[in-house]
T-cell receptor
């Protein structure tokens, strides 16, 4: 069975702080995909990144970076110099023989 | 601009009534999905469809029905048999790049803005 755990229910930071959102997954598949989605207050989930299980190279996109570690089954997401516009719910998801979402982390960035 | 349109944004119904949520996409995607989101929970799959006139039950299909008469449209009906229908409903689509459903689990999903259904 697949499982995605986002242990942080809610995180509050002050603008310009760095913040890391944790994602731990469980799967028996040897080939799988990991995703991060952002859900702003408008409700629509926005795709941020996809990684496949064979590519452990970390990725950086602007202020966003992702750390994929197969050894610990984690796919953590870091926002550098957070901004108020980063306030949203962030979902980690695992695609294998099915697509499983974590329960989400509510990020609040305050001035 | 290409995207997914869900309507209405807010919907109120009395208990015992069926209600249909609309979902239209112009992304030319083969696969479409309906998810339900409840507070503190992740998204749970209700139904999905790869091609016209074909759809499959997801994890929580009981009390719901769908149709896929056109590639662009995938309406969801919440029936009176659904015991806890009040929720936020999200429609999504994705490219289908190979054998379904596995390929859809590795393709990014494109979501609509959702419909918040309240049943009293």
């Amino acid at each position: 069975a697949q499982k995605v755990t986002q242990a942080q229910t809610e995180i509050s930071v002050v603008e310009k702080e760095d913040v890391t959102l944790d994602c731990v997954y469980e799967t028996r598949d040897t080939t799988y995909y990991l995703f991060w989605y952002k859900q702003p207050p408008s409700g629509e989930l926005v795709f941020l990144i996809r990684r496949n299980s064979f590519d452990e190279q970390n990725e950086i996109s602007g202020r966003y970076s992702w750390n994929f570690q197969k050894s610990t089954s984690s796919f953590n997401f870091t926002i550098t110099a957070s901004q108020v516009v980063d306030s949203a719910v962030y979902f980690c998801a695992l695609g294998g023989n099915k697509l499983t979402f974590g329960t989400g982390t509510q990020l609040k960035v305050e001035l | 601009d290409g995207g997914i349109t869900q309507s209405p944004k807010y919907l109120f119904r009395k208990e015992g009534q069926n209600v249909t949520l609309s979902c239209e996409q112009n992304l030319n995607h083969d696969a479409m999905y309906w998810y339900r989101q409840d507070p503190g929970q992740g998204l749970r799959l209700i139904y999905y469809s790869q091609i016209v006139n074909d759809f499959q039950k997801g994890d929580i299909a009981e009390g719901y029905s769908v149709s896929r008469e056109k590639k662009e449209s995938f309406p969801l009906t919440v029936t009176s048999a659904q015991k806890n229908p009040t929720a936020f409903y999200l429609c999504a689509s994705s490219m289908s790049t190979g054998e379904f459903p596995a390929s859809s689990y590795n393709s990014p999903l494109h979501f609509g803005n959702g419909t918040r259904l309240t049943v009293t």
